[in-house]
């Protein structure tokens, strides 16, 4: 069974970090891009970030540095380093398999974990 499980949300104050794990079972681990979406309250997903089986990044323009994701394909996960945390970071985050390197079309969804900023 392919399979996609997040972890490391959390409540944290703003400012703080987390970084958040995605383990990912049932296929061959670096042979595809991985992406995370986040979901605000009251709102609709919002693309973070995505890394290709062999390392290349790439970001939204609102994560400003503060985020950085990584992958240890030895392990079968993906990480989202979050620095900085706001108010409006506070969301559930969702890792995803690409159907392939950079098709930008997922098949695979992890269940969420989530995190809250707050005072």
């Known amino acids: 069974e392919v399979q996609l499980v997040e972890s490391g949300g959390g409540l944290v104050q703003p400012g703080g970090s987390l970084k958040l794990s995605c383990a990912g079972s049932?296929?061959?681990?670096?042979?595809?891009?991985m992406t995370w979406v986040r979901q605000a309250p009251g709102k609709g997903p919002e693309w973070v970030s995505a890394?290709?089986?062999?390392?290349?990044?790439t970001y939204a323009d609102f994560v400003k540095g503060r985020f950085t994701i990584s992958r240890d394909n030895a392990k079968n996960t993906v990480y989202l380093q979050i620095n900085n945390l706001e108010l409006n970071d506070t969301g559930v985050y969702y890792c995803?398999?690409?159907?392939?390197?950079?098709?930008?079309?997922?098949?695979?969804w992890g269940q969420g974990t989530q995190v809250t900023v707050s005072s």
């Open positions: 995803a398999k690409d159907v392939g390197n950079w098709r930008w079309s997922y098949d695979v």
């Open positions: 049932g296929f061959t681990f670096s042979w595809y891009s």
């Open positions: 890394i290709s089986g062999g390392g290349t990044t």
